[in-house]
């Protein structure tokens, strides 16, 4: 190991999600604290507006995180409890979280090459208890919401979209989290749009479904403050969504500079027959990326992964390197194969806003010489 290089390209440097905006993010503190703004003011209130406004949906509602998001963004769709809801195992854990504190049962199935949703997969584990599909918009992609959607409505079932790494993110010009009946994002710090804490938000297009998920949000009140029936506690913080608004109006560009840094990767790394990239910006004209991770697959994986901290290069194994089926106290009782082969391949390199391209360049550098030196 090289002591000079030790830690010097970290997978996500999360102090600089305070330092890089340290003046202005001290000035909102300042504003709301004065103010004493600090639970559903005009913050929260300004924010759901642009945010639901970048995304051409009707509503967004801003909540504690994006788990409780996709729990109640599946309770405000009408999935009922003790119905089965399809999700892909390459997801976070709180995807099937999500369904089971619904109420529903979470039924895993394969990801197909794209690592997101395989529709195929999905129908051949309809039953006649099937309510929903739930397809996880991942690393900053959005799945064939075509075809998903083809085989909901060959099947009468909702769909409810985990949007959680995938804002800005479009598929044939829809953004990601406007498809079904409802979504989730989140706005955890190292998120393409991050605040300094948890948070999230619930996107409805469905008026009705929009007002369902204003009272589960808000202990059951009504947006006229009558209790409707029971509820979470479950709101964004005024404080944050004053830090997502003024990061909402950069958002744009924080995205074209992830495709900038995915234009380098790919690049970098072409010709490396032991990886297999992610797909380019502007390969395939249906699918616009934000690239919230840069998701690859490499033989002799964990090897790598030493070779790379070794000279101070930070990676990460999604989700502790483990589908959420494989997680055996879940009791999922699934057989992936395609999904258990991905996870003994699959790495995230470090992916993030302030990541140079000279960083890039160095990170592809070392996974080259790797290789290199063990073909």
Not at 87 to 97: D, Q, R
Not at 132 to 137: M, N, V, W
Not at 146 to 172: C, I, P, T, W
Request: hydrophobic share 45%; proline share 3%.
């Amino acid at each position: 190991m090289t002591p000079a290089l030790a830690q010097s390209i970290p997978f996500f440097p999360y102090p600089q999600a305070f330092l890089r905006e340290e003046e202005d993010l001290t000035e909102i503190f300042r504003d709301v604290g004065r103010r004493g703004a600090f639970v559903m003011q005009e913050d929260l209130r300004r924010f759901e507006e642009n945010l639901a406004r970048f995304l051409g949906a009707r509503r967004a509602i801003g909540v504690a995180n994006a788990t409780d998001g996709l729990s109640i963004a599946l309770r405000a769709a009408g999935v009922e409890a003790r119905s089965e809801v399809i999700f892909s195992s390459h997801t976070m854990v709180a995807t099937a979280a999500a369904i089971h504190f619904a109420g529903a049962i979470p039924v895993a199935v394969e990801c197909g090459a794209d690592h997101l949703m395989d529709a195929a997969a999905a129908e051949a584990a309809i039953t006649s208890r099937t309510s929903a599909i739930l397809p996880t918009q991942l690393n900053g992609r959005t799945a064939d919401m075509e075809a998903l959607g083809r085989l909901a409505s060959r099947h009468g079932l909702v769909v409810v979209e985990d949007a959680a790494q995938a804002l800005g993110s479009r598929f044939k010009d829809q953004f990601a989290g406007t498809f079904g009946a409802a979504a989730a994002v989140s706005f955890f710090p190292a998120k393409v749009l991050g605040c300094l804490g948890d948070g999230g938000a619930v996107i409805a297009n469905d008026e009705r479904v929009g007002e369902r998920a204003i009272a589960l949000h808000d202990h059951g009140r009504d947006a006229q403050g009558n209790v409707t029936g029971w509820g979470l506690n479950s709101r964004l913080d005024n404080l944050q969504a004053a830090i997502l608004d003024y990061r909402l109006r950069k958002f744009d560009a924080v995205i074209e500079r992830r495709r900038r840094l995915a234009r380098v990767y790919h690049a970098a790394l072409e010709g490396v027959a032991e990886v297999v990239r992610p797909p380019a910006p502007d390969a395939d004209a249906a699918h616009f990326d934000v690239y919230q991770n840069y998701e690859m697959e490499a033989e002799r994986r964990d090897a790598l992964r030493e070779f790379l901290s070794a000279r101070g290069i930070g990676t990460l194994l999604p989700w502790g390197g483990r589908a959420v089926h494989q997680w055996e106290a879940l009791g999922l009782q699934a057989r992936l194969p395609a999904t258990e082969k991905l996870f003994k391949r699959v790495l995230l390199l470090p992916m993030h806003a302030w990541l140079s391209e000279e960083d890039v360049e160095t990170v592809a550098g070392a996974v080259r010489e790797f290789y290199r030196g063990r073909t």
